[in-house]
């Protein structure tokens, strides 16, 4: 069944921020999965939630996503993201 990781980020540092991109795109690659969200213009439909900037990743699996969450080469990505963002992120599990 898939698994989607949901990110809200807030960039800090765009500059430094589009190393962390072009890093973790490639870890996600690594990993099998795919953007299906990168940031984008936002539609607010109910509620208060604003996030600046939305990602969605899609991954075979929950155990794909933490694979990928928890490999060397997206750790090494989130070290570039210090200082530059602050995120929130899931993992959920979709429906077939």
């Known amino acids: ?17 589009e190393a962390y991109k072009a890093a973790a795109a490639a870890a996600v690659a690594a990993a099998g999965g795919r953007y ?19 990602v969605i990743l899609e ?4 155990a794909a996503a933490r694979r990928w969450y928890e490999s060397e080469r997206y750790q090494d990505a989130k070290q570039l993201r210090d200082g530059a963002a602050r995120i929130s992120m899931v993992a959920v599990q979709g429906v077939e």
């Open 36 to 54: 299906l969200v990168r940031g984008g213009e936002l539609d607010m439909l109910e509620g208060g939630w604003r996030p600046s900037r939305l």
């Open 1 to 17: 069944m898939p698994a989607y990781v949901i990110v809200e980020t807030d960039i800090t540092d765009p500059e430094r921020y």
């Open 59 to 62: 991954f075979e699996d929950l």
